[in-house]
């Protein structure tokens, strides 16, 4: 037993090695274009973690991670379009405005935006978390709570202009660490900043879930009442995981936005916070490769599909989420993890011994009932 | 932290929901390492009382006390269970996706700062969970999922995640509802193994398992204490027999006297007329 759970250790362990050693030499093979698109898509990834973080193991279906990625994606940009611009950022100009405002004057340090990027949608996170969870609001009010959040944050973007650049957003960004951003040097070195910070955040949630705290959070989604009649907090422990949750998709924001060179209130909505949805759904959520594993499938599919269908590529994101939900309610790596019992039970069934069996098993403890 | 005087004590306690009062000035008290039973009718307020006195129910008037700490009718759950007060609800109420050893894991590490979760337990608490898990029968289990159990291991897991805490007061509400004759003896024994060492209140509609393990019976009847007393007393009481005659008189009659605890439907009576 010790050994067999050694040597899948093992096992596991050199996986997580070598697929982020390949990830790693993926810049010596890629052209630049696919480069790039892997980049994103790994940003997506950490995104995906941070939703299953709360949806697959506490159970809390948040439809506002496009919103905390979001928030993470306009911190970094501010601070790209402050290092990219000589005077005031341009869609300032446009809206009549001649001074820089307050907010914007300590994202001309990086360090400051990429903490930012962090720091701002976990507090958001944190208080939203607090005040809904102490009021004990719970499923799917507690989603639809949080797309509301989402829709009125990016109906605020939009409407102040000078402020964020409105509908258009943060554009032009040109340069990041006094170096020309497009540079394929620049782009490599993003990403394989993004490939650091994806091992770097599956290994913190994976310890996370596998100590005795994410247990805790698959006890709150079993049983939230039991689990304040054993002497805990859950309004404290949401509110925690919640938040951490925000500054993970924060972080993928703020690796994003670099690699594309552009933020609009789009990609802080509602769509890209179902999107995120879909691609742990597919995915496979409660196991953190699941979510990985979706966002990268998904967006190649999506990239492969747009390109060749343009038009009804969107309807086959909707069916690909009806067909997940009703066909594999466990995802995909639910579904492999399955399959091999499910190939057992199948040609056990064959053999009538064996469902005579399976019958007694059955009658035991009714008959001990009577 | 005294030790002397009740482990719990409830005075004028009101509780009243659209006007109805469940509980109705109640007094209550249960002493230090005393096996209490409670019983009443459906209605009486019994699981209202265990609501009050864990911080699920806020009461609109009266005082609680619990093991020194005073208007402990205020305190949150979570507050009050830190303090050592431990309740078992009527459906076995325990994580279904977790294995038995992991929700024992989970009940011992109440104490522990939330950082201290991110590691492994210690050895003390590791070893209080292989213990825990004999005492309730299911070491053999240890790696099976909760949600797979059959009724009974559920209610004895649940016992066992309140006992691996180490409570001074354990509230039990209905412990072997649903249980074989087998299940309901080991959970008799199990039940007052656990009260050598700790204040138990049982709550228990079940007559037969009364009789078998009781040493003090309190009577609740529309929020009020009726009586309180021996089994024999209390189910001599001429208001006690009223009570239940007067709700389920006719039930009464065709109830055999041999192995009555066995069906789930002589639940609401005493027996002493069928007895006796």
Not at chain 1, 80 to 95: G, H, V
Not at chain 2, 124 to 132: F, N, S, Y
Request: aromatic residues 8%.
């Amino acid at each position: 037993m010790i050994s067999s759970s050694r040597a899948r250790s093992a096992w596991y362990w050199a996986t997580v090695a070598i697929v982020t050693g390949l990830l790693l030499l993926a810049p010596l093979v890629l052209p630049s274009f696919r480069l790039n698109l892997l980049g994103r898509f790994l940003a997506y990834a950490i995104v995906a973690i941070a939703l299953d973080l709360i949806w697959g193991y506490a159970g809390l279906l948040s439809l506002g991670h496009g919103l905390f990625f979001g928030l993470g994606a306009y911190a970094m940009a501010m601070y790209l379009k402050l290092a990219s611009s000589n005077e005031l950022p341009d869609f300032m100009t446009w809206s009549g405005r001649d001074t820089l405002p307050l907010f914007w004057l300590p994202f001309r340090s990086p360090v400051f935006a990429i903490g930012a990027a962090l720091v701002v949608p976990a507090l958001l996170a944190a208080i939203l978390g607090y005040l809904v969870f102490r009021s004990r609001i719970q499923g799917v009010y507690f989603s639809i709570i949080t797309q509301a959040l989402t829709l009125i944050v990016s109906i605020l973007f939009i409407g102040q202009q000078s402020l964020t650049g409105g509908t258009n957003g943060i554009t032009d960004l040109s340069k990041i660490f006094g170096l020309p951003r497009t540079a394929a040097r620049v782009q490599t070195g993003l990403y394989l900043a993004t490939v650091v910070c994806l091992l770097g955040v599956y290994l913190l949630c994976r310890w996370i879930v596998s100590s005795r705290f994410g247990r805790l959070l698959v006890a709150m989604r079993d049983n939230e009442a039991r689990v304040r009649m054993l002497g805990y907090n859950p309004v404290v422990l949401k509110t925690l995981v919640f938040a951490l949750s925000a500054a993970i998709a924060g972080l993928a924001g703020a690796l994003f936005v670099p690699q594309v060179g552009i933020i609009s209130p789009s990609a802080l909505g509602v769509v890209p916070s179902v999107e995120i949805v879909i691609w742990v759904a597919v995915g496979g959520r409660g196991l953190l490769v699941g979510a990985v594993l979706g966002a990268l499938l998904v967006n190649w599919g999506k990239t492969v599909f747009s390109e060749s269908f343009p038009n009804i590529w969107n309807y086959g994101y909707g069916a690909l989420l009806i067909a997940t939900v009703v066909l594999f309610p466990e995802g995909l790596t639910g579904f492999l993890i399955r399959l091999p019992a499910w190939w057992q039970q199948r040609t056990h069934r064959a053999d009538p011994e064996s469902r005579m069996h399976n019958v007694e098993l059955v009658a035991t403890p009714d008959s001990s009932e009577m | 932290m005294q030790s002397t005087g009740p482990i719990l004590e409830l005075k004028g306690v009101t509780v009243s929901f659209d006007g109805f009062r469940v509980l109705d000035d109640l007094d209550f008290s249960i002493g230090r390492g005393e096996l209490r039973f409670l019983i009443g009718p459906n209605g009486a307020g019994k699981t209202t009382l265990l609501d009050c006195m864990t911080g699920r129910t806020h009461p609109d008037r009266g005082q609680i006390w619990f093991d020194g700490l005073a208007n402990a009718q205020r305190r949150p759950e979570h507050v009050l269970v830190q303090r050592g007060i431990a309740r078992k609800f009527q459906t076995p109420a325990i994580f279904n996706s977790l294995t038995v050893a992991e929700n024992l894991e989970t009940a011992i590490s109440f104490r522990d700062p939330t950082a201290r979760l991110l590691r492994p337990l210690s050895t003390i608490q590791q070893e209080r969970v292989v213990a825990t898990m004999s005492t309730i029968g299911l070491e053999r289990r240890a790696g099976i999922r909760a949600g797979t159990l059959s009724h009974g291991e559920q209610q004895w897991l649940e016992i066992g995640l309140l006992l691996v805490q180490d409570p001074k007061l354990l509230l039990l509400d209905e412990p072997i509802a649903g249980m074989t004759r087998r299940e309901r003896d080991r959970t008799g024994e199990l039940v007052q193994a656990i009260a050598r060492e700790r204040s138990v209140l049982v709550v228990e509609h079940d007559m037969e398992f009364v009789r078998r393990y009781a040493a003090t019976v309190s009577v609740l009847h529309a929020g009020k204490l009726l009586m309180e007393g021996s089994i024999d007393q209390v189910q001599r009481d001429p208001r006690v027999i009223q009570v239940y005659l007067g709700r389920a008189a006719v039930a009464t009659k065709p109830q055999s006297t041999v192995g009555g605890s066995l069906q789930p439907q002589s639940t609401t009576l005493p027996a002493p007329y069928t007895r006796r």
